[in-house]
């Protein structure tokens, strides 16, 4: 199996460039325009997408997050539709790497065998399931077995002893969770993440993307000093909340992401 | 979904994971896994600290009024005509309910943790109301989470738990209530993990919960074996308890677990009818599923999406269940039957009227599930019958539901 996540953050390893990583609710603000604003982030310079997948109890995500999710399950978003979307994605592109982010009931609804060939089929290249830490991998091993990595969080309270059991079962990159808090809410302490990223960073060559409080081209260069990628996600969902059809959502997303690719840029040492 | 579990011994569980079996475990986001593995450590130290346990039954002694008695409801008994009913009177503890064995536990456990703001959720107000008073006794920070709905509809527990001097946080994300409060409830521990306890009213939530919830409440259990023994001079034949997430049941049947010969039947809420859809029995109609940390038994929807439930009694309308309930029930150790809304008013007052007993509408499940087997069995059977508790936070709903205006 050869890994785009793996690939990309090679390549941009190799570029000294850092990894922009657009985080958006899967169906929302409209469910026909997912794809098209999939396609506008890459051009705008995401390297690689989150999609969320959509949960009616998301316990560690904010306001934001959480009314795009509700607004999504009330036109019935669900799985299905979702790798729906991915294959159609994938079919103009090949290369950026695709990451489901979630909780666990929908895929354990789903069923773990269904999910890992029909998630592999449609070109999904890792999971980020949120209330699966690393004691509950086994669970979702039907998963990796077809290929789909499995990103693991790290938080600022995680101790050295479970960042090694994190290390040992990680794959793609380790996201490395800004704060204790919950996405959306502003506690970000820049120095505090430089020096958890550079921590984690001491055991391994796994690459480190942050999350959890970037939402704008100031904090993400911020954040990219020492880090391999940033995320960014409840600032970029806010704005397409706002949008109200497939052209201005495809446009908002652009004119969110684009200043951001070009800030990270301009600051490269 | 059924499957077949060889169990020799029911309280060797959960296992180092918080499993039953196939249930339980810790499904938290990584944040909270430190303080879980922190309050896990913790927990099971105290458990085995002669110290907190006097500690513990103290307070149970003379705080909460324990032991509750068993009565043997007579009147009723005989005006079924069948099998004898005994309640075990858990309406009769310091703020009307089994909840303050939990919370007076937790509470111990957060001061001996250094831990002095307090949080929890509550659906009708039950657990905030004992919570609150805990964290009164004890001069801990309370902050109790509550859906918007839920505070429109239990006003007066709402005001209970301000004159006790928690805060109110209303929810108003998801459905605005009981799992919504939850799911605040967590974010706020997730951004306040340093200085918090979060104390949960259910045998429910990552472990180690659902043990220590347990736990704390086992002593109802604990107290009415020996009192079967000495009252009846023997065990009883069955027990019956209500089950939302569980609590008051768990607390009952884990002391008569290893004792093959007491049956046991969960009453959950069929609220208008299973087939209605309009209901929040997990163990009777929802499946297999992941829901606030556990694997247990949840209704959802194809899309794994966790979906409204409805109880006559709010303290029933929840859609999981403790996780070691649906270990019980895959394993055969107990059954799980729904009551309907108005089976359980039915039972209210035919307990009211031969009793003189107002019974919680939670429990009037459980006396439902009695009435029911009492007509079954014949007149040497002993039903013990967990009256978890008071009917008093009822009397407006009731009253609003057979249309009088108080």
């Known amino acids: 199996m050869s890994h785009r996540i793996d690939r990309r953050f090679g390549d941009l390893r190799r570029a000294g460039r850092k990894g922009l990583i657009p985080f958006i609710t899967a169906g929302d603000p409209l469910p026909e325009a997912t794809v098209a604003i999939m396609h506008a982030l890459v051009a705008a310079g995401a390297d690689l997408i989150e999609l969320g997948v959509p949960y009616s109890d998301p316990v560690a995500d904010g306001p934001t997050i959480q009314h795009a999710s509700e607004r999504a399950i009330a036109r019935g978003i669900g799985i299905a539709r979702i790798l729906g979307w991915v294959s159609e994605f994938r079919q103009v592109d090949s290369t950026t790497p695709i990451v489901l982010m979630g909780y666990l009931n929908p895929i354990e609804i789903f069923g773990y065998s269904r999910f ?132 201005s959502a495809v446009a908002a997303a652009g004119a969110f992401l684009a200043p951001i690719r070009a800030a990270l840029d301009a600051s490269r040492s | 979904m059924n499957r077949s579990v060889t169990v020799s011994d029911f309280h060797a569980y959960p296992d180092a994971h918080g499993r039953f079996a196939d249930y339980g475990g810790i499904f938290m986001p990584e944040t909270l896994m430190p303080p879980l593995e922190e309050l896990t450590e913790a927990y099971l130290a105290m458990r ?4 907190f346990i006097a500690e513990f039954e103290r307070d149970l002694k003379y705080y909460v009024g324990r032991p509750s008695p068993i009565y043997h409801a007579e009147r009723l008994s005989k005006k ?108 706020d521990w997730v951004t306040n993990v340093a200085d918090t306890f979060y104390i949960i009213g259910t045998v429910a939530g990552p472990h180690p919960y659902p043990m220590m919830v347990r736990d704390f409440n086992a002593v109802v259990g604990r107290e009415a074996r020996a009192q079967m023994l000495e009252q009846f001079g023997r065990l009883p034949d069955v027990l019956t308890a209500c089950v939302g997430g569980g609590s008051n049941a768990i607390g009952l049947f884990h002391a008569f677990l290893n004792d093959p010969d007491v049956a046991m039947v969960g009453a959950e809420a069929a609220g208008e009818g299973i087939e209605t859809g309009r ?21 959802c929807d194809d899309n794994g999406q966790i979906t409204e439930t409805h109880s006559i009694s709010a303290g029933l309308d929840y859609p999981g269940v403790g996780p070691e309930h649906a270990f019980l029930k895959d394993s055969g150790r107990a059954r799980y039957v729904g009551i309907t809304d108005d089976e359980a008013l039915a039972a209210f007052h035919e307990l009211a009227r031969t009793e003189g007993i107002l019974a919680a509408l939670e429990s009037s499940h459980a006396v439902a599930q009695a009435i029911k087997l009492a007509r079954e069995l014949p007149k040497d059977r002993l039903i013990l019958c967990n009256l978890s508790g008071r009917g008093d936070k009822d009397v407006h709903t009731i009253a609003a539901r057979e249309g009088i205006a108080l």
């Open chain 1, 116 to 247: 890992a060939d029909a998630a592999s089929a449609a070109g999904v290249d890792g999971v980020l399931i949120v209330d699966v830490p690393v004691e509950e991998a086994e669970t979702v091993a039907p998963l990796r077995a077809a290929g789909i990595n499995e990103i693991f969080l790290v938080a600022p309270t995680t101790t050295d002893r479970r960042l090694s059991a994190i290390r040992a079962q990680a794959q793609g990159f380790i996201y490395y969770v800004s704060f204790a808090g919950i996405t959306g809410a502003s506690q970000l302490d820049t120095a505090a993440v430089r020096d958890r990223v550079a921590h984690i960073k001491q055991g391994g060559d796994m690459p480190v993307a942050v999350g959890f409080g970037v939402r704008d081209a100031a904090t993400a260069v911020e954040i990219a000093a020492s880090a391999d990628a940033v995320v960014i996600g409840s600032a970029l969902v806010a704005c397409l909340a706002e949008t109200g059809d497939i052209e």
């Open chain 2, 48 to 51: 085995e600290d002669p110290a």
């Open chain 2, 279 to 299: 209901h929040a029995a997990s163990l009777a109609a929802g499946r297999r599923g992941v829901l606030h940390g556990n694997r247990t038994y949840v209704i």
């Open chain 2, 80 to 187: 079924l005509g069948g099998a004898q009913i005994l309640l075990k009177r858990e309406d009769l503890n310091h703020t009307g309910a089994h909840k303050i064995n939990n919370t007076i536990g937790q509470a111990l456990v957060a001061r001996r943790m250094g831990k002095r703001r307090i949080i929890a959720e509550t659906g009708a107000g039950q657990h905030g109301v004992a919570t609150a008073t805990v964290c009164a006794r004890f001069g801990l920070d309370c902050i109790i989470y509550m859906g918007a709905v839920d505070i429109e509809r239990q006003k007066i527990n709402v005001y209970r738990m301000k004159l006790l001097g928690a805060t109110v946080v209303p929810v108003v994300s998801g459905s605005k209530t009981l799992k919504d409060a939850l799911n605040e409830a967590m974010r």
